[in-house]
């Protein structure tokens, strides 16, 4: 018989695990107090990609006169098109993924969901509705994360804005401080900077992009730096007053730094505030839940999946966690020479800025040797006009099995792809550097440094 599985949470993770239970012949039905995207698909990411697609094209229209086209110099950003854009981007990505689950026979039902016990859930709706109470044999978790403020900086929506404000951003203020050095800070950054405002970059001791390899994180803070941004860095912001003219924010050492809004990105935390765990019989930790590699929980049928399992809070682990978890409780328990699940050290983290950061595996320790290449190694880094970057591959200093790779430039998601491939099927540089990406791309480089290696370090 099949088994009845919900999911709690409608978000990539929500989809992606009901697909796969599913296809694996479960019954499932999704619980999601918004719809169907999650945050990803309606206030975070997707927009955020649509405002730097935009962002990019303009930096390719600044270069246009190297490129050999003229005419092109006056350019006029329409924002309230931008913001229809986004509305239609979310309508069409967020349509299809409702369409393909319930092509699949998965049952929606909104509200949120709160344990009664370990197998009953109860769904609130509407207040004052009489809620509905739901069994099942299994249970995904996949809530996602919240943002989180301290109370000296929360968002009003008017001169302190978060990113879930930047799907209605039809005017623009002169001036922002973003605050905040990670992801979703830098990529802002980098998009108030292409739209022309004058940024002030406020980040903490941990510099820009502290989850990176530390070059790649100084990389980026140079390139946006010569473009215009006034990084200032070192010190946490304590709280913001408002002014005349906007906004204050004033740092630790009590630095002052004006602007007309400011924009905060200062992290997210697990979200499972309405899910009363406690009464699954589940205990916190850090606050999140430990899970084994399939996402089981201490309670073995239920499970957890994306950013409600802690950090990365990005959606390919997201999804890459929801599947197995969905494969899983529908009792596809993976069999044969390869387990199905998607290793920790093959997912990669990115950052779209122009140039890109990505990064994947293990890139410095003991023993962990590096091969790096600049970009201009690549004939394609001389065909577009701003093409600087560099890769770094790294493998066992004894074994030359591949660890890792860290890489800032254009496509850089894109060009260390492969080496997740080469993580998970444990080649050596060797092995990995006999491959070739076509010519010229910049799919070519990690392949590049891998032979750079070979001939410097193990051939000899
Ligand atoms: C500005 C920004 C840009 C980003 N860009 C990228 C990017 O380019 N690439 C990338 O990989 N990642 C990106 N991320 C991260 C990405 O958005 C998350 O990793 C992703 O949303 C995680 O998906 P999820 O399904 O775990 O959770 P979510 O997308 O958060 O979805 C969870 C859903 O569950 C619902 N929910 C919560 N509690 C309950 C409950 N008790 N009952 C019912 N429903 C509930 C929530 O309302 C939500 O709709 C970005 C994040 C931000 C903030």
Redesign the pocket.
Known sequence: MSKKIII?????????AAEAAAKAGAQVTV?????I?????????????VWLTTADSLALFSAAGELGMTGLDDLNLTLPAIVERIREVKKSWNTQQKEKLARLGVQFVP????FESANTIK?IHEEGEEPLVLQADAFI???????VFPPTMKPNGKTIIA??F?SALDTLPDSIAVVGGG??GS??VYLFNRLGLEVTWIVDQQGVLPDFDLEAGQFIAATLTKRGVHLVEGQMASHIDQTNGGIEVVLADGSRHAAEMAFL?IG?KP?????NLEGAGLALENGTVKVDEYGRSTQPHIYF?????GP????????AQ?WVAGQHAAGQTPTGKLPAICPPEAII????TEPQAAQVGTVSGDNVKTSRVAYSASMKSHLLPEGDGFVKLAYDGNTNRILGAVAVGPHAADVIAPVAVAIRAGLTMQEFGVLYGAHPTFSELAFTAARQASIRNIHK
């Open positions: 709690i949470g409608g978000g990539p993770a929500g989809v992606d619980v999601s107090n918004a719809p995207g999650g945050r990803a698909g309606w206030h975070s990411l997707l927009p955020s990609k509200g949120t969901a709160r769904v978790v996949t809530t996602g994360s919240a943002p990113p879930r930047a992801a979703t990529e802002f990105a997210r979200d499972v505030a309405a899910l999946a994306g950013d409600v399992t990365p809070m990005i959606a390919n682990k997201a999804t929801a983290a990115a950052i779209y």
